[in-house]
């Protein structure tokens, strides 16, 4: 991995900067506080993202400013990578937007996680590290800041082994070890819990022999009783058989009874219909012989000149109605007239001026217009005199005819009430008639019936000749019933236990099914408890061993190689126990980290630094940060031939792209390039 550029829009004291990073060996350069570290983190905020803990948004996105973002582009396995992350400041917090990768010019809109499980994919990482927020490999191979090494330096042994085991990748071997362990203890419970289930075993499977003879016992009495309720079952049949008739007949016998019932009943009916209708015969010659009486007493009338002469005097009412309305509506005319005149009148004695030709109304005038009104006021009430008196006459006239009108039609009623008795009498002719004629007709249908019941009593008393026999096959059907209803409850009841026993017999089986699987599982985690006991967590914990021993061997000598380019080999050794502890020797005595001199402590910290990126490049082979190495204050309190050894360190490191991160002015000499950075006015800035 080689970087290429960034590019930061309002991160931290950065509004708008974009950094090109050469290949080779690069000073990043400025005073304290200038910026140097900003460039460091945002390079790794491109990369995988905010940290809550270590690398959050708050620390990144420039105060005040709503949005930030992070461009940088790198190149890996000669591919051309461009990624950009953005940050927005919320109501409660910034957050880390959605953003987006370009491999050669191939742009991939992803969110956060999905950009870090690229980065991580791209540079060879592990994928496990997509979920993890601290101790990145990254971290160790590329950057680690100053402070951060120290601690693993300075760390408790167990702190210092957890991380440099999870830094190399095998921390894995203590994690398996631990869960073997959980998983035996795990398996000797599982073992205990399938010996308590097969424990009674060899009991249960005596019970179900004894079980199963029982079911055979009772199997072959069942299958007697059986034969003994299809015995009974056949007599049975042939008993309803023979009811069956029986019951036949009789239902005959009831249908011929009531038939004759029914036919005695019909012959009842015709006898009371025939009485009632001679009765009703006598009543209506009764009623004819007085209404024919009543119709002599009425004497004829010319009824046609009656209904002529009310034609008349309903046309003469109609004129006189048509003329006493004309009359009125007149009256109502000149009335109008005699009203508007005296209006006329009243309102010319208030009128000074004409409303149309505006000129003055004279007296004279005044006077001809009421002159005129009162000649026309007296000719229409004369008009209206003789009006009312019209109007009398119309209406005296109009009495008279109504009383003529009404006289004429009740003379007209006497000949509808003449009609009214004619028919009547025709119609009782007519229902006399029809009366004689159904007496007729039931007196026949009674000699019917009383031939067709004679013939029904003749069949009803052979059918009870043939029931004789009826009671005695009856009383043996129900004897047989109760016997047959005995067998088929032993029947049952054998059926009950067969099935009782049998799905003891099922039960037991199945219990003997879990306890013989218990026993098998027992057996065989027995077996696989004794393989992982005995073989797997030895091998487990030997090979964790022997790669940490590989990672201790080199990583010792890679130690002792850095420290011996720092320091004079005579005056101060260098080398780490088993638990990689730094252990120091000067002039021949042991001592510790706290006695060395302040460059003595960083040369200690930079080789410790340089053995680790070393050792985890050569132990996870796959990552693909090897040729890029950023160092941060790796010469703080360094002394001048301290100084003076570095190139040859720079040399043996033997990378493409090396950052080291400095306010130490006399390491422009050492390095091919240079990045100045200048605070102003709370704003970074590159210098040229």
Same mark, same amino acid.
């Given at each position: 991995?080689?970087?290429?550029?960034?590019?930061?829009?309002?991160?931290?004291?950065?509004?708008?900067?974009?950094?090109?990073?050469?290949?080779?060996?690069?000073?990043?350069?400025?005073?304290?506080?200038?910026?140097?570290?900003?460039?460091?983190?945002?390079?790794?905020?491109?990369?995988?993202?905010? #940290?809550?803990?270590?690398?959050?948004?708050?620390?990144?996105?420039?105060?005040?400013?709503?949005?930030?973002?992070?461009?940088?582009?790198?190149?890996?396995?000669?591919?051309?990578?461009?990624?950009? *992350?953005?940050?927005?400041?919320?109501?409660?917090?910034?957050?880390?937007?959605?953003?987006?990768?370009?491999?050669?010019?191939?742009?991939? @809109?992803?969110?956060?996680?999905?950009?870090?499980?690229?980065?991580?994919?791209?540079?060879?990482?592990?994928?496990?590290?997509?979920?993890?927020?601290?101790?990145?490999?990254?971290?160790?191979?590329?950057?680690?800041?100053?402070?951060?090494?120290?601690?693993? &330096?300075?760390?408790?042994?167990?702190?210092?082994?957890?991380?440099? #085991?999870?830094?190399?990748?095998?921390?894995?071997?203590?994690?398996?070890?631990?869960?073997?362990?959980?998983?035996? #203890?795990?398996?000797?419970?599982?073992?205990?819990?399938? +010996?308590?289930?097969?424990?009674?075993?060899?009991?249960?499977?005596?019970?179900?022999?004894?079980?199963? *003879?029982?079911?055979?016992?009772?199997?072959?009495?069942?299958?007697?009783?059986?034969?003994?309720?299809?015995?009974?079952?056949?007599?049975?049949?042939?008993?309803? %058989?023979?009811?069956?008739? $029986?019951?036949?007949?009789?239902?005959?016998?009831?249908?011929?009874?009531?038939?004759?019932?029914?036919?005695?009943?019909?012959?009842?009916?015709? &006898?009371?219909?025939?009485?009632?209708?001679?009765?009703?015969?006598?009543?209506?010659?009764?009623?004819?012989?007085?209404?024919?009486?009543?119709?002599?007493?009425?004497?004829?009338?010319?009824?046609?000149?009656?209904?002529?002469?009310?034609?008349?005097?309903?046309?003469?009412?109609?004129?006189?109605?048509?003329?006493?309305?004309?009359?009125?509506?007149?009256?109502?005319?000149?009335?109008?007239?005699?009203?508007?005149?005296?209006?006329?009148?009243?309102?010319?004695?208030?009128?000074?001026?004409?409303?149309?030709?505006?000129?003055?109304?004279?007296?004279?005038?005044?006077?001809?217009?009421?002159?005129?009104?009162?000649?026309?006021?007296?000719?229409?009430?004369? *008009?209206?005199?003789?009006?009312?008196?019209?109007?009398?006459?119309? +209406?005296?006239? %109009?009495?008279?005819?109504?009383?003529?009108?009404?006289?004429?039609?009740?003379?007209?009623?006497?000949?509808?009430?003449?009609?009214?008795?004619?028919?009547?009498?025709?119609?009782?002719?007519?229902?006399?008639?029809? /009366?004689?004629?159904?007496?007729? !007709?039931?007196?026949?249908?009674?000699?019917? %019936?009383?031939?067709?019941?004679?013939?029904?009593?003749?069949?009803?008393?052979?059918?009870?000749?043939?029931?004789?026999?009826?009671?005695?096959?009856?009383?043996?059907?129900?004897?047989?019933?109760?016997?047959?209803?005995?067998?088929?409850?032993?029947?049952?009841?054998?059926?009950?236990?067969?099935?009782?026993?049998?799905?003891?017999?099922?039960?037991?089986?199945?219990?003997?099914?879990?306890?013989?699987?218990?026993?098998?599982?027992?057996?065989?985690?027995?077996?696989?408890?004794?393989?992982?006991? @005995?073989?797997?967590?030895?091998?487990?914990?030997?090979?964790?061993?022997?790669?940490?021993?590989?990672?201790? $061997?080199?990583?010792? @000598? %890679?130690?002792?190689?850095?420290?011996?380019?720092?320091?004079?080999?005579?005056?101060?050794?260098?080398?780490?126990? +088993?638990?990689?502890?730094?252990?120091?020797?000067?002039?021949?005595?042991?001592?510790?980290?706290?006695?060395?001199?302040?460059?003595?402590? !960083?040369?200690?910290?930079?080789? $410790?630094?340089?053995? /680790?990126?070393?050792?985890?490049?050569?132990?996870?082979?796959?990552?693909?940060?090897?040729?890029?190495?950023?160092?941060?204050?790796?010469?703080?309190?360094?002394?001048?031939?301290?100084?003076?050894?570095?190139?040859?360190?720079?040399?043996?490191?033997?990378?493409?792209?090396?950052?080291?991160?400095?306010?130490?002015?006399?390491?422009?000499?050492?390095?091919?390039?240079?990045?100045?950075?200048?605070?102003?006015?709370?704003?970074?800035?590159?210098?040229?």
């Amino acid at each position: 991995m080689l970087l290429k550029k960034i590019v930061l829009e309002n991160i931290r004291s950065y509004e708008h900067e974009t950094i090109s990073f050469p290949v080779g060996t690069t000073l990043l350069t400025g005073d304290i506080g200038s910026g140097k570290s900003t460039i460091l983190l945002a390079i790794e905020f491109a990369l995988f993202g905010v #940290r809550r803990q270590d690398l959050s948004g708050s620390v990144l996105l420039r105060h005040g400013e709503k949005n930030g973002s992070v461009e940088l582009s790198f190149l890996v396995d000669n591919k051309e990578v461009v990624v950009k *992350r953005f940050l927005k400041r919320g109501p409660t917090s910034i957050k880390q937007e959605n953003g987006y990768v370009i491999i050669n010019n191939e742009k991939q @809109d992803l969110t956060a996680v999905e950009i870090k499980s690229r980065i991580l994919d791209l540079l060879g990482y592990p994928s496990e590290l997509l979920t993890k927020t601290k101790e990145s490999v990254y971290r160790y191979t590329v950057y680690t800041p100053q402070e951060e090494m120290k601690q693993i &330096i300075f760390s408790d042994t167990q702190t210092r082994l957890d991380i440099l #085991r999870r830094v190399f990748g095998i921390d894995k071997y203590k994690r398996i070890r631990e869960n073997l362990t959980v998983y035996l #203890r795990e398996l000797r419970r599982q073992a205990t819990y399938y +010996e308590g289930v097969s424990q009674d075993l060899k009991t249960l499977e005596t019970e179900k022999e004894q079980q199963e *003879r029982n079911v055979l016992e009772t199997r072959n009495v069942l299958e007697t009783k059986k034969v003994e309720e299809q015995k009974i079952q056949r007599v049975l049949e042939k008993n309803k %058989l023979e009811i069956k008739a $029986y019951e036949k007949t009789t239902k005959e016998l009831d249908e011929l009874i009531k038939q004759k019932e029914l036919i005695n009943i019909r012959a009842e009916q015709r &006898i009371r219909e025939s009485e009632d209708s001679n009765k009703k015969i006598v009543e209506l010659g009764k009623r004819i012989l007085v209404e024919e009486e009543e119709l002599k007493g009425f004497k004829q009338k010319s009824f046609e000149k009656i209904k002529g002469f009310i034609t008349d005097v309903e046309k003469k009412i109609g004129e006189t109605n048509e003329k006493l309305s004309l009359t009125k509506q007149r009256v109502a005319v000149y009335k109008n007239k005699v009203e508007e005149s005296k209006k006329t009148s009243q309102n010319i004695l208030e009128l000074d001026y004409c409303e149309l030709c505006k000129q003055k109304v004279g007296a004279d005038h005044k006077h001809g217009i009421r002159s005129e009104a009162t000649k026309n006021i007296e000719g229409n009430q004369v *008009r209206i005199t003789q009006l009312l008196n019209n109007q009398e006459k119309h +209406e005296k006239n %109009l009495f008279v005819l109504e009383k003529k009108q009404e006289e004429a039609k009740n003379l007209l009623s006497e000949q509808k009430t003449v009609e009214l008795i004619k028919k009547s009498v025709e119609e009782k002719k007519k229902e006399k008639l029809v /009366l004689e004629e159904k007496v007729l !007709t039931l007196k026949k249908e009674v000699t019917e %019936l009383i031939e067709q019941e004679k013939k029904l009593r003749q069949d009803v008393t052979l059918l009870e000749k043939e029931l004789v026999g009826f009671e005695k096959i009856k009383g043996e059907l129900e004897k047989n019933a109760l016997v047959y209803e005995a067998v088929i409850k032993q029947v049952s009841a054998h059926a009950s236990r067969l099935e009782s026993l049998s799905e003891q017999v099922k039960k037991l089986d199945e219990r003997l099914e879990e306890k013989k699987l218990a026993f098998k599982k027992k057996e065989k985690i027995r077996v696989y408890h004794s393989i992982l006991e @005995d073989n797997a967590l030895s091998l487990v914990s030997l090979m964790e061993k022997h790669v940490l021993g590989r990672v201790h $061997y080199e990583f010792n @000598d %890679l130690l002792k190689k850095w420290f011996s380019l720092l320091v004079e080999e005579d005056l101060l050794s260098i080398r780490i126990d +088993e638990e990689f502890n730094v252990l120091l020797e000067q002039n021949g005595y042991e001592t510790t980290i706290d006695n060395l001199s302040g460059g003595e402590k !960083t040369a200690v910290a930079l080789s $410790y630094r340089l053995a /680790l990126n070393r050792v985890i490049n050569d132990v996870i082979s796959m990552i693909k940060t090897k040729d890029f190495l950023i160092l941060d204050e790796p010469t703080d309190g360094f002394s001048a031939e301290q100084l003076d050894r570095l190139p040859e360190v720079i040399s043996e490191l033997g990378i493409s792209q090396l950052i080291i991160v400095s306010h130490e002015p006399r390491l422009e000499s050492l390095v091919s390039n240079i990045i100045r950075v200048e605070k102003t006015s709370h704003t970074s800035k590159v210098s040229s």
